[in-house]
Each structure stands twice: as C-alpha cells, then as structure tokens.
T-cell receptor, first 114, second 110 residues
Framework: DAGITQSPRHKVTETGTPVTLRCHQT?????MYWYRQDPGHGLRLIHY???????DKGEVSDGYSVSRSKTEDFLLTLESATSSQTSVYFC?????????????FGPGTRLLVL | GQQLNQSPQSMFIQEGEDVSMNCTSS?????WLWYKQDPGEGPVLLIA?????ELTSNGRLTAQFGITRKDSFLNISASIPSDVGIYFC??????????FGQGTTLQVKP
C-alpha cells in the first residue's frame, strides 16, 4: 500500500464541461504521475510532476492540464471534456532512483463523458 | 520511441497449469517490472528486476530479466482462480520514463 487515494472514484459528465480529478499521497514522494488506461493501449502517461509546481507532459497530454501546489496533491484537469477522454485514470507515485524506480498506483477513477 | 510488445494478449487455462508470458523491446531496457491488475483496481507491483540475467521469485511467480536486456519473462506455477487478472510488464529505457506493455489477460478455469 503506497498511501495513494484518488477522488472521485467514478464520474459521469457531459461533453464540454470541466472536470478535475484529485490524487492524494501520504508518503511525501517527489514524483507523481497521471496515466489513462484504455483497452488495447495499456497505460499511457498524461502528465507527471517532479516537485511542487514542477510538471511536464507525457505522451498523451493534449486536452489535459495538471497542477501541484502541495507535495501531497496532484490534480488533473480536463478543461472541456470530450467523449475521447472517457477512460480509467490512474495516479502513481515513484520510489527509487532513476532507472531503478518502481511505480505504485492508486485505485483509479472511472470517467464517462457523455 | 521505445515500445514494448507483450504476449500473449490473453490466456485461458485450467487451474493447476503453469503460465508463461513475456515482453520484448526493440531497444535495451535498464529495469523490468511486472504488475497485476484485478478488475476495478489499480496495477499492483509483483516483481522488480534491475540486472540482466536476474531471476526473482515471489511465491508461485518467477520473473527473469533477459540477458540481452531486451526482454523479460513471467512464469506462474500451479495457477489458482485468484490468479485471474491482467498482467503488465513495464520497463525503463533510455528515456527515463516507464513504458508499459499492453497487458496479458489471464483467465483460470476451476
């Protein structure tokens, strides 16, 4: 258990509305990640953070923004949700050094955009 | 970019059988990780491998870091119904980012 919680766990929203997903960790890890999981695509990195106010893009960042104002919280925002953003979203934290890190995942948020 | 090819995509086996799955990469990886995901849950780390040739066990699970550093294998011995789930490999290449395979879905018939 890596002390990661995600909220909400389930969300249904309409196209064009803004949505914010929250990831909270209790172990003071520096690195945090947001992934989306879709059938046939595995886990794909959206954005990640390497410290408070330090974030960078992943491979599927279009349409998403992130913020990290506190070590323990990493927020993912869909500015204007689209049906293609219907997915399961996972937050992760990282332990270990570069090239020897392991990532631990939260329970996920299921998002349906109608 | 670097990609992982995980196979097989799915397996349907009888309880008690052994299972093998693998991941291959077109380039060298420095770390291999194996995860299991139960329905409705996040992936859970099973085994981490950091050295070429390394063989590591976790109960009935055994994973190996290939000598060429381009592949890894996961074996499950004497499968039981609770082994059902999706198994993911992941690895660190020269980008420093963790890259995931597409998963192997395992179903076990009692």
């Amino acid at each position: 258990d890596a002390g990661i919680t995600q909220s909400p766990r389930h969300k249904v929203t309409e196209t064009g509305t803004p949505v914010t997903l929250r990831c909270h960790q209790t172990e003071n890890h520096r690195y945090m990640y947001w992934y989306r999981q879709d059938p046939g695509h595995g886990l794909r990195l959206i954005h990640y953070s390497y410290g408070v106010k330090d974030t960078d893009k992943g491979e599927v960042s279009d349409g998403y923004s992130v913020s990290r104002s506190k070590t323990e919280d990493f927020l993912l925002t869909l500015e204007s949700a689209t049906s293609s953003q219907t997915s399961v979203y996972f937050c992760a934290i990282s332990r270990g050094s570069t090239y020897q890190e392991t990532q631990y995942f939260g329970p996920g948020t299921r998002l349906l955009v109608l | 970019g670097q990609q992982l090819n995980q196979s097989p995509q799915s397996m349907f086996i009888q309880e008690g059988e052994d299972v093998s799955m693998n991941c291959t990469s077109s380039s060298i990886f420095n770390t291999w990780l194996w995860y299991k995901q139960d329905p409705g849950e996040g992936p859970v780390l099973l085994i981490a491998l950091y050295k070429a040739g390394e063989l590591t066990s976790n109960g009935r699970l055994t994973a190996q870091f290939g000598i060429t550093r381009k592949d890894s294998f996961l074996n499950i011995s004497a499968s039981i119904p609770s082994d059902v789930g999706i198994y993911f490999c992941a690895g660190h290449g020269n980008t420093g980012k963790l890259i995931f395979g597409q998963g192997t879905t395992l179903q076990v018939k009692p």
